[in-house]
């Protein structure tokens, strides 16, 4: 079965580390991205990252250069880190696989398989 | 602008057809996709490309694209429906990844 399992600290105090860390199973990366999208309380979905199975990794600059994604491929796991953590980062993480290509004239983007999902609640 | 733009809510008469619009500059280079979330949930991809849905979908699930906008169609809803639907682009200029802001569907 195609799945996400994802796992991690769920409190932190702020300045701390959030560490997340999301396990392909049923399937082979290769050819996938694996993104991380958080959801703040009450709040909309927010695309974090995403890297792919080379180590090639995009992230979304309004975090400002305290997320990191990286990859294990021997134990076909993806992390996120997220540095220097407020108040602000409190937030369900979601790991996603991501899929893009190219379809004349557009290209298409889509997230077909998502985690469950981590709670993570920053407080001092 | 990598921002994408939806209404915050919209309702819709049980068996009735709503339609819910995304806009924003990335989708004029690329498909939207539409996922479906319920509380307490992750999102479900409910469409995606130029006109695909995930196994399990319902046909009741269309999407279409013109130009900036992105629609995604709801034909004859049912009370499980109720939720919110958020589109989800890329924007090329710094290659991420972008969401709209939501909309909650409420089934009448």
């Known amino acids: 079965q195609v799945q996400l399992q994802q796992w991690g600290a769920g409190l932190l105090k702020p300045s701390e580390t959030l560490s997340l860390t999301c396990a392909v199973n049923?399937?082979?990366?290769?050819?996938?991205?694996v993104s991380w999208i958080r959801q703040s309380p009450g709040q909309g979905l927010e695309w974090i990252a995403e890297i792919n199975d080379s180590g090639s990794a995009s992230y979304n600059p309004s975090l400002k250069g305290r997320v990191t994604m990286s990859v294990d491929t021997s134990r076909n796991q993806f992390s996120l880190n997220l540095t220097s953590v407020t108040v602000a980062d409190t937030a369900v993480y979601y790991c996603a696989r991501s899929i893009w290509g190219r379809h004349p004239p557009y290209f298409y983007y889509y997230m077909d398989v998502w985690g469950k999902g981590t709670a993570v609640t920053v407080s001092s | 602008s990598s921002e994408l733009t939806q209404d915050p809510a919209v309702s819709v008469a049980l068996g009735q057809t709503v339609r819910i619009t995304c806009q924003g500059d990335s989708l004029r280079t690329y498909y939207a996709s539409w996922f479906q979330q319920k509380p307490g949930q992750a999102p479900i991809l409910v469409f995606y490309g130029k006109n695909n849905r995930p196994s399990g979908i319902p046909d009741r699930f269309s999407g279409s694209s013109s130009g900036n906008t992105a629609s995604l169609t709801i034909a004859g809803a049912q009370a499980e429906d109720e939720a919110d639907y958020y589109c989800?682009?890329?924007?090329?200029?710094?290659?991420?990844?972008?969401f709209g802001t939501g909309t909650k569907v409420t089934v009448l």
């Open positions: 049923g399937w082979s990366f290769t050819n996938y991205y």
């Open positions: 989800n682009s890329r924007d090329s200029s710094d290659n991420r990844g972008v």
